[in-house]
């Protein structure tokens, strides 16, 4: 997968041993969201579905078999009327005369097969299509939990290494306040001296703070991502380790083909197509032949399991038979062709947003590599800030040790390297961020 280049990009792994169940690379937190992640497996329930979606349209062609038992108790034996003249009486008269029996029962099986229908042929092509669709949304799915997950796991390792230089930053100021307290002690430095230095030091304080607490909720936003439990404890055994030199700027491409949105209105678009198609072919006949194989029992009393070759009242008669039925469509109205325009009308919707998306698309790309080109030179030019600003700070630390500068020398110089180290890990972020983004824009952040 191309994340995985990015990952081998921005990440070396961490040499710790025995990390435990709950030690995760980029890649393992991904693949542990893809696993645990509801919309994730409601993509692949969709998936599933659509098999079964399959499966049950090609049944349709199937042969279709059915049994039946029909039992009936004519409580009022239905009554015909006879002319009377066949009896003697005279012209126009008639006689209520009932025929049947008090029960009747039938018993049998029938059977129908679909020979030609363009409705079924389309549905088949239909259901293929449908299948598309569910795989590529699973890919859609796929990639928005690897572009959420990514960007939170950024999000923690960029904050824990500005913990580092804060503590590291503190470490050193700690020293020169309590150098200059000492100094004060002994009449070598002024009050205002330790005092400035301490306010700096009780800002630094407050500002790691304020990252420790940034970095709970950074951690406990990557869970969320990644579908973990947020009362867990999360080990994270990447790190940055990027080299500003070895980076390369992206050129903006306009081919978003792969992404998984352009790719599902593509398959969208094609079924719009194939549903116009079976609209027209629906004018053809359709063609379909059955069957039934029956037993019937008239009887007078409720003995229908009675059977005697001499008495007709308990005797089972077959009915067989077979035919064919062929429907044709003469006129409707003109529903059909109405049904055909609006379907023509939704293809061509479909179409505008297709070639709207494409624009957006095209967009976005180009946005997210000219983002990510910027976030780029910033890095290249905060990192080497962040060199002069800690040169000058350790400058600054040397001089006031020495006797030969002011502690206001080493306040400054700590604000601007406190700024330099702010700036350089924000174009950091902003670059890794970038990168999914155009990575994702691209439709090449997963395959």
Known sequence: MCIALLIAF???????????????????????????????????????????????????????????????????????????????????????????????????????????SSDYIFGLKASDQFMSLSRISLDRTKSDIAANVSKAYYNVLVNRDRIKLLEANITRLKKAMDDTKAYYGQGFAEQIDAQRLEVQF????????????????????????????LDSEITLM???????????????????????DYRLLQANQDMLDLNVKRLQYGYLPTLAAYGAYQYNAQRNT??????????????????????????????????????????????????????????????????????????????????????????VADVAQKKFQAGVGSNLEVVNAEASLKEAQTNYYNAMYDMLVAKIDYLKAQGTLIK
């Open 10 to 116: 921005v990440f070396t792994k961490v040499n710790a041993q025995d990390q435990g169940k709950n030690g995760f690379t980029l890649q393992q937190a991904i693949d542990y969201a893809v696993k645990n992640s509801p919309s994730f497996k409601n993509a692949e329930l969709d998936q599933q579905n659509a098999l079964y979606k399959k499966r049950e349209i090609a049944g349709l062609g199937l042969p279709q078999v059915s049994g039946s038992i029909d039992l009936k108790d004519y409580i009022n034996i239905p009554t015909s009327l006879l002319p009377g003249a066949i009896f003697g009486q005279p012209a126009g008269t008639y006689i209520p005369v009932k025929f049947g029996t008090k029960y009747n029962s039938t018993v049998g099986f029938s059977a129908s097969q679909l020979i030609f």
């Open 302 to 391: 409720f003995n229908l399991l009675s059977f005697d070759n001499n008495d007709v009242t308990k005797q089972w008669f077959k009915v067989a038979l077979v035919g064919v039925t062929l429907n044709v469509n003469v006129f409707d109205g003109l529903q059909r062709h109405n049904r055909i325009q609006q379907a023509r009308i939704e293809s061509q919707k479909n179409l505008n947003i297709l070639q709207n998306l494409e624009q957006a698309g095209q967009l976005e790309s180009t946005v997210a590599a000219i983002s990510y080109n910027n976030a780029y030179y910033s890095l290249k030019i905060q990192k080497k800030n962040l060199e002069l600003a800690q040169k």
């Open 202 to 229: 009780n800002n630094l304080l407050t500002e790691l703070e304020k990252v420790k607490r940034l970095i709970g909720l950074s951690e406990t936003l990557l869970k969320f991502q990644m579908g973990y439990k």
């Open 238 to 260: 990447d790190s940055l380790n990027i080299d500003v030199d070895q980076i390369q700027e992206l050129i903006p491409a306009n081919n978003i083909s792969q992404r998984p």
